[in-house]
């Protein structure tokens, strides 16, 4: 049994519910988050025994009663628990992007190697079964070779966090699918008010390949938006929830809903770290990934944006163009 | 001119799939009276108008100034190779005849400059061939028109048609010469997808950029000042012999902070069960729309069934219709058309603004 202490309360019970009905052999002992009775709330709700509120109480009282970390933390404090974590030989499961900088990112994947534990860095949007699907038929052999990644996502208004920072996943995704590092990285960002709540990349990769991401915080409250094209050199994918929709008719015109898959995108992906630390190897989405997703974004996107130019890699670094 | 009586079409140059003058001869208010082209054309450019011509049975002359002033001609469609467009489109302008043009503009947006002129200072009206009045399309902007989405802030299209153009990237063996275009494109004249026929090989954004540019330029009623492109040539031997791009990305800036971006492709036939995925995403202060360009369809599935027929159909789509009625009017009352000379100067812009992005990797200023 995989014993796991989850790190921020909120985050965890969207994302954990259920999760000893689905996973035989994972088990969440521990809930830490700031407001007490958040921790116990979600503890209750997701049979943990253990509830505290400071993360060096977790570590210093109860460091044997657990062998695993979920991190869910504002970014300035997350590679700062993953480490502290890993020093005391617990395997780490850390949100995107895993460190404000990619120096500390890439100390924090090297202690995780000396230290032999398993560093996988959050990104469910790999396991959500429609994109798992345009994955698999990828590396099938149905596509060929990838050619152009087309992303829309659009969500209401978030409260916290740069804008540029919310698009690791697309990021991520892209990174993933092309399997390398983009070459290229233009970035558009627009403002309604004050804040910007748009943003468009628009990625090259060696060999002709191309990225487009439409990413949108302005929609009004309700339900979210996206959508994944991959064409490639044999067929096309397309994960697209304008297909997927189902409509609902109260008068007026009807409401298109989305349709839940029962899979779920975050238990797979637990399920996945729990056999990265049974069978001992690098998980799918290691320390060394989530480093190259920061790359893009702090040397790439923030930069384009900045500067108003597109960013080339170049003997490894990006350098305006 | 009297509404009872047709306008009187010449077919200038026919060597292409021959939707557009279809299309025009499909409307009551548009009588095809002869097909013209200039002498000095090759053999296989005459023997295709006069087969286009003995399907309508009309006659074919072998001088255009001489027909378009035989026979009393108002109107003239431009149905050539590319790179012949607009010296035809002038030619007709210049002799007082209105214009209907196949895409792309020109190969040369300078090309556009004199069509521009020769339209306005002859009086007569222009129209570039295009899509903007299919239902879907049409849909758009009437819920942008009303205000459902609020302010226009970012419109994206895809344009994908899912067509082949001969054999697979990477495919011609050593030795083998490069394919030569003008003779891949004569040879796919035979199942319609010869849309870049001539001397001078061109790219999907060159050939069909119009169409998605279009779609952009009437939702937005904006000008495109700044351009991001990738382009290369993915799918078809062909077009990596010949240099040009199957497959292109380009992001736009455009008036009022307004942004968007387009991706375009002939991606073969294998990647879509009909002619291609065509979708507009545009998002508003208020709201956002997805809007699939096909519909309304109509999923037809027998036994049997050939592998190249489209299992979707549209339906309720009369854009040959709309189009020439729409040119109609603007004959007869002076309003513009739905895709004016200036307009697609303006898209020939920014495609060639989007070629120079891709090639040197920079933003480019549209001008």
Redesign the interface.
Known sequence: MTRIALIGATEALDRFAGVTSHLAEVAIVAVVDGDLDSARTVADVLKADLAVNLFDTLLDEHCDQFDAMVIHASIPYRAERARRAIDAGKHVLIDSPLAPSIAEAQELTKAADSADVRLMVSQPTRFAPDYAAVKKSLDDGKLG?P??L?M?R?ESPRDAGSLWKRVTRELDLAYWLFQSLPS?V?C?A?S?DEEPD?L?I?L?FAG?????I?Y?Q???EGQP?E?L?L?G????A?ADQ?HNTQLLFQGDYPLAMRTAGSQRADLLQLAEFDSAIREHRTPSISGADGQAVLQILLEAVGPSLDL???M?LQGGSYEP? | MSQSNPFRVAVLSVVKHAYVPHGVASHPRFELVVVADDADQPDWVHERNQKFADEYNIPYVRDVEQALAQYDVQVAVVSSEAERHCDLAVRAAQAGVHVVQDKPMSTRVSECDRVIEAVEQAGVQFMMWNRNLLPGVLHAQELIDEGTIGAL??I?V?F?F?KDAGP??GSRAEGEPPINWLEAQKAAHSDGSDGGVGHEPMGELKIEGIYPLAYIRMLTGLEVRRV?A?T????HQLHADNGVDD?A?V?L?MDD?V?G?L?I?R??A???PDIG?I?L?V?G????L?I?EARPEVAIYYRDQPSAEFRHQRVGADLSHLLMENFARAIDTGSPTVLDARAGRAIAATVEAALESGRT???VEVV
């Not at chain 2, 202060?285 to 956002?288: C, E, F, T």
Request: with cysteine; charged share 20%.
């Open positions: 070779t050619g152009l087309r829309h659009w290229e233009y558009m627009r309604k748009y468009q628009h090259g002709g390949g191309m990225a487009l439409d949108c302005a929609l009004p938006y959508s094209t064409v050199s044999r067929g096309t397309y304008h108003d130019k597109a080339r163009v | 802030r970012a994206h895809d994908y899912a697979s990237k991001f990738r290369t040539a993915h799918f497959l990305t992001s800036e902070n942004v971006s991706c492709g991606i073969g294998a990647s879509h995925e979708k995403h998002i202060s208020d709201g956002s997805v699939s990797g920079k933003p």
